[in-house]
């Protein structure tokens, strides 16, 4: 018997034809070419996990993750952050949970906003839940992260307000108003409303008003384009009156009208006595002012000088009219390029050091998005979203074990791929998500606390790794740090100790340890696997359950290259698994199958039969020993045969009985050309050569040559 409902000889000799085949087992791209022959993997269906451990029931340990209370010391360091004082009893007294408090009370919302933001976050879960640590990690570590980013943020609001005032004295220098410090500096529909109070255009005046009823985007195109706009309307309503005097007055007025609206888009209310001075001597009076002398001028600069150099009073008139204008923003664009281009370095250089850590590949996508995007997603970046994606989690590389992921609820920690649903496709593993920090005690390494245990972090204790909380101390501050390298596998990141060093974060036994690669420990058996099972890769946060089908995906390198990459989601129908794959290759799971692909043309047929909901295979799509085809076995003896001349087709039954019994198409039969079919009281399947009826009647099968 072969090729029966077990794998058979003639699976082993189909295994041992194809495995030389030059190129067979080749990743390809898809099936439609006839040519296409599947690599015969259907023993490696559970070698490639065989030598897996049992998968870990880790019992949490809860009073491993319980923070104990902030020490003076650590309260002492919380206050002098936030620059309310000295911390006096009256802070050191408090439990930590009304520390918090006070923190948010006493903080200056203006310069630590984020840190107040902050301390009524935490402030309003310790309320909710009193035995919550974060009130704890607040004061310990997270309080100093969110002062440096208000720190940050603070230069950056300080830049914005400078850039705003200016604009609100070139508006108001064109407008002709004269603006006081309560005025500049306040905000922009306070000087909108200003504007309105003390302008003398009509124009100007009304859109004033208009606007300071509007939005926060009004009043900006306001400040910034449309009362120009409105004044030069006024200017012009009054040149016009002035003609009804004489042209010779409007040409003066013009004239000193030009000059105004010139010294204006330097923020300068032009005197009086400037008004009536020649083009060429109000030019040299400009030169004289503190912000020509200011190098962020140099282009208005540049060109007035280069203006006086001409004799042609053209040239005089034509920098007052346009020219001063056009090199202020020339000077305005240049200096928003070199704002832009500082703040793409420090994105790069975060990129850089996130890259150098091997442990933030989420901050490097990010960045890089931030680089290939507007200045706004470059700006959103720095002062959000690079602090937003520090979670990942932790995946191994070890054969075998492939796709199982770091995991501690408390106590003892360990790798694990979780435990398949009976209900649903996909299920969170849980407890399995880092917020990968600077490092505890060295800030050129890293640390990693549990996205679900505040305070709680992955550390050695007696060459065991586990999740323990923060107690604050330098001891455990060294434990919990870890110095990332190239993999040892030579891929990946390896985690080396800061309080052990030459020792790394290693899987053995499906539980984590502070390994060497030769030892007494437990931690250091199998030195042969000591550089993959200190290799991990470091992937998105909270990992799924990886189910049968995607551990033979992982640990199956062969078949993975043949059925390629994940095409759409796994579905779970009844007891049954399956996903579908880009090479035309669909695996299907049944507790009593495993992991099994149907590829091909055998796919297509398979799956107008009925597919997972008819039978399930128990081999992956094979290739024919002679290599002309395909073959696929399902339960309750039932075949699928492919070759390109004659296509996919079942055989099942009797007549698969008999076929079996004559050597399948090494007899005369050759390879099925048609499904079973209905002839008259029989049942027959065509063949290459002949055919093959049964009698339901009588129980009778025989072949007949054509």
């Known amino acids: 018997m ?24 080749a990743p390809v791209v898809a099936h439609a070419a006839p040519t296409d022959i599947p690599p015969a993997a259907a023993s490696r269906n559970s070698e490639a996990t065989a030598n897996a451990p049992a998968i870990p029931q880790i019992a949490a340990d809860p009073a491993a993750t319980e923070v104990p209370e902030s020490s003076e010391v650590e309260k002492v360091r919380a206050v002098r952050a936030i620059e309310v004082g000295e911390a006096t009893d009256e802070w050191l007294m408090l439990s930590d949970k009304n520390f918090v408090f006070r923190v948010f009370d006493k903080i200056n919302a203006g310069k630590y906003p984020l840190t107040k ?25 997270s309080i100093h992260d969110f002062v440096d980013r208000d720190h940050l943020e603070y230069a950056r609001r300080q830049e914005e307000a400078r850039l705003a005032r200016e604009a609100r004295q070139k508006a108001a220098a064109f407008a002709e108003i004269p603006a006081d410090a309560a005025m500049l500096d306040g905000n922009d529909q306070n000087f909108v409303y200003q504007v309105w109070r003390r302008s003398t255009g009509p124009k100007v005046k009304d859109g004033a008003m208009t606007a300071w009823g509007g939005t926060e985007a009004t009043w900006k195109t306001f400040i910034n384009t449309d009362i120009f706009t409105l004044h030069i309307a006024d200017q012009r309503d009054a040149i016009e009156k002035a003609k009804q005097e004489s042209e010779e007055a409007a040409r003066i007025l013009a004239a000193k009208q030009a ?3 010139a010294a204006a888009v330097l923020g300068i209310l032009t005197p009086e006595g400037w008004l009536t001075l020649s083009d060429d001597n109000f030019i040299r009076q400009l030169l004289t002012t503190p912000e020509l002398a200011n190098p962020r001028h ?3 600069r540049n060109a007035a000088e280069a203006a006086l150099r001409s004799s042609n009073p053209a040239d005089w008139k034509a920098f007052i009219d346009t020219g001063l204008k056009a090199a202020d923003d020339r000077d305005a664009a240049r200096e928003k390029a070199i704002r832009e281009e500082a703040d793409r370095q420090k994105v790069r250089e975060i990129k850089a050091k996130a890259e150098a850590g091997r442990v933030r590949p989420r901050l490097v996508a990010a960045a890089n998005a931030a680089l290939a995007g507007t200045p706004a997603d470059v700006t959103k970046f720095l002062s959000e979203t690079q602090f937003n994606v520090f979670n990942q989690a932790l995946r191994t590389t070890t054969p075998g074990v492939k796709a199982w992921h770091v995991r501690a609820a408390g106590g003892d920690a360990g790798i694990t791929p979780g435990t398949q649903s009976t209900t649903t496709a996909d299920t969170p593993l849980g407890e399995a998500t880092w917020k990968v920090v600077t490092g505890l005690a060295d800030t050129n390494c890293y640390s990693f606390e549990s996205a679900t245990h505040v305070g709680s972090y992955l550390r050695v204790q007696d060459y065991r790794v586990k999740l323990q909380a923060s107690d604050g101390s330098d001891a455990y501050e060294k434990d919990a740090t870890w110095c990332p390298k190239l993999g040892n596998s030579g891929s990946g990141v ?3 100790s800061k309080a052990l060093p030459g020792r790394f974060l290693r899987h053995y036994g499906a539980q984590l340890f502070a390994g060497a690669k030769s030892g007494d420990t437990t931690g250091d058996l199998n030195p042969h696997l000591f550089e993959v099972d200190t290799t991990w890769n470091i992937v998105d946060p909270d990992p799924i359950v990886t189910t049968q089908i995607m551990l033979r995906w992982h640990n199956d390198d062969a078949w993975r290259a043949f059925v390629g990459n994940p095409k759409s989601p796994e579905v779970l129908d009844g007891a049954v698994r399956y996903r579908e794959f880009t090479n035309t290759a669909s695996a299907y799971w049944g507790s009593a199958t495993g992991v099994r692909s149907v590829s091909g043309e055998a796919l297509t047929k398979y799956r107008a039969s009925g597919g997972p909901k008819w039978r399930l295979p128990i081999i ?5 020993p002679d290599k002309k085809g395909t073959y696929t076995h399902f339960v309750n003896g039932l075949s699928i045969y492919w070759t390109p001349d004659t296509g996919a087709h079942l055989v099942y039954g009797a007549i698969r009985g008999r076929w079996e019994a004559m050597d399948w198409e090494r007899s005369y039969l050759g390879y099925p050309k048609t499904d079973e079919e209905q002839v008259g009281n029989l049942r027959r399947s065509t063949f290459q050569g002949g055919y093959i009826y049964h009698d339901p009647a009588t129980g009778r099968t025989w072949d007949t040559k054509l």
């Open 2 to 25: 072969r090729r029966t409902t077990v794998p058979s000889r003639r699976l082993a000799r189909g295994l041992a034809a194809v495995a030389v085949v030059t190129g067979l087992m």
């Open 117 to 141: 933001a902050e301390a009524y976050r935490v402030y309003k879960i310790v309320v909710e839940k009193p035995d919550a640590p974060d009130a704890t990690a607040f004061i310990r570590t």
């Open 494 to 496: 390896s985690l080396e």
């Open 298 to 300: 140099i282009e208005v």
């Open 620 to 624: 992956d799509t094979t290739a024919t």
């Open 259 to 261: 000059k105004k609206n």
